[in-house]
């Protein structure tokens, strides 16, 4: 199983930058994907998912708005378009699946993680 990001970097704020999420190993229309993030000091936390049956994402409130998740289940790879970056929004971001559902994933607890794409917003 392998889950790789890639799409990380350093931008200004008010910028935008896509993750991608390449995934392999696993039935990936049968899995909830993600991404998380984790700031210095801070506790990782969830930022978006979404169900690759069905389409179904959610998001942080904090990222409402301004990122959007999609999925391109032919190249098993999930994105993460983010835009209008803000300073807190500088982190390593994960990208996760769980089995069955975002839903199911949040209740029970992620089954395969990635290593993570540092992003960087400066002012």
């Known amino acids: 199983v392998q889950l790789v990001e890639s799409g990380g970097g350093l931008v200004q704020a008010g910028g935008s930058l896509r993750l991608s999420c390449t995934t392999s190993?696993?039935?990936?229309?049968?899995?909830?994907i993600g991404w998380f993030r984790q700031a210095p000091g801070k506790e990782r936390e969830g930022v978006s998912c979404?169900?690759?049956?069905?389409?179904?994402?959610v998001y942080a409130d904090s990222v409402k708005g301004r990122f959007t998740i999609s999925s391109d289940n032919a190249k098993n790879t999930v994105y993460l378009q983010m835009n209008a970056l803000k300073p807190e929004d500088t982190a390593v971001y994960y990208c996760?699946?769980?089995?069955?559902?975002?839903?199911?994933?949040?209740?029970?607890?992620?089954?395969?993680w990635g290593k993570g794409t540092l992003v960087t917003v400066s002012l």
């Open positions: 190993g696993f039935s990936f229309e049968s899995y909830g």
């Open positions: 979404i169900d690759s049956s069905d389409g179904n994402s």
């Open positions: 996760a699946a769980a089995w069955h559902s975002c839903s199911r994933g949040a209740h029970y607890g992620i089954d395969y």
